[in-house]
């Protein structure tokens, strides 16, 4: 067994998306081949509703799939293909744009102005960047959350962990996504296959991902530490990408810790992207942008 060394600590910095949504970025629009083949991933925790509430009015995708997951609050949503509904604390949706569908999210908080929760972004491989698009949408009472003895909890979104599976199936990048709580002061080791890149998102409490022995790697993007003191753990709103091995270890601090766990299979194909559509190249590229542009982006099912 071998423990995953951790590769970079990254600071999600904050961004202005949609209609000026108040966000913060962990990666994405840049070299994404590290997290491949995830794209992007976005923190839009926020509890002044100024800052969100304009929301994310109607935009099209094409070529990915987009994972949101509420903590508090609800975002309601609609597409071209006539779904509409709302996602609330707990809820996952998952949304695999293929050939193209055009839709919005519009946040909206709880009683206390709260709306918190994540956006991931999925590549898909260039078989399936034009397949037919489809929804995926998942309660929180449907995702099983599994406790083990020292009183860690694992909620199972996609994939399958300790002996369970998330409700999420027939995903291209066959992901794994974990919602983890590690009780304070305990030491867990978590298994993550080989072949997968994999990342964690910190976003409560804190703790320190390393081998048993050995101190955090020192962070080679620049994230407001000095060089000569490196990190001594990952804390809210920190970014944790591991390098090869198949397990992980992560110590939690005094108030705990709990981070998303997130892994996929490269796909290793070339990435040509612009705002919301992603494809392989730049004349697929072109090409999505030309038929946004003539009215001819939406495609009809074969058989319609």
Excluded at 160 to 170: H, M, R
Excluded at 210 to 230: F, I, K, Q, R, Y
Excluded at 247 to 276: D, H, N
Aim: proline letters at 7%; charged letters at 20%.
């Amino acid at each position: 067994m071998s423990i995953r060394p951790v590769k970079r600590l990254i600071k999600s910095k904050p961004t202005l998306e949609g209609a000026g949504v108040h966000l913060r970025r962990a990666f994405g629009f840049g070299n994404t081949s590290d997290f491949d083949p995830f794209l992007l991933f976005d923190d839009f925790r926020n509890d002044v509703p100024d800052d969100y509430l304009a929301g994310f009015p109607w935009h099209p995708h094409r070529g990915i799939e987009t994972i949101t997951y509420v903590l508090a609050g609800t975002v309601d949503h609609g597409d071209s293909m006539g779904n509409q509904g709302t996602i609330a604390a707990g809820d996952v949706q998952w949304m695999t744009a293929g050939r193209g569908i055009i839709h919005q999210e519009m946040p909206k908080g709880d009683q206390s102005g709260r709306m918190h929760g994540f956006q991931l972004w999925a590549n898909l491989p260039s078989s399936l960047k034009m397949m037919e698009p489809r929804y995926q949408e998942v309660k929180a009472a449907e995702i099983p959350l599994v406790t083990d003895d020292d009183g860690t909890g694992v909620r199972i979104v996609c994939g399958s962990f300790w002996g369970k599976s998330g409700p999420v199936d027939g995903i291209a990048a066959d992901p794994m996504y974990l919602d983890v709580s590690v009780p304070p002061g305990k030491r867990k080791v978590l298994p993550v296959e080989t072949t997968r890149h994999a990342f964690a998102y910190v976003f409560a409490g804190d703790g320190k991902f390393c081998n048993a022995s050995g101190p955090l790697a020192v962070p080679t993007e620049g994230v407001g530490w000095a060089d000569t003191a490196p990190p001594s753990d990952a804390g809210n709103r920190s970014l944790v990408l591991f390098d090869q091995g198949d397990e992980l270890t992560v110590q939690a601090g005094e108030e705990g810790i709990r981070f998303l766990l997130v892994s996929g299979k490269p796909l290793e194909e070339p990435v040509a992207w612009y705002g919301p559509i992603v494809m392989n190249t730049q004349d697929q590229l072109r090409q999505a942008f030309t038929e946004l542009e003539q009215g001819t982006f939406l495609k009809q099912a074969v058989g319609d």
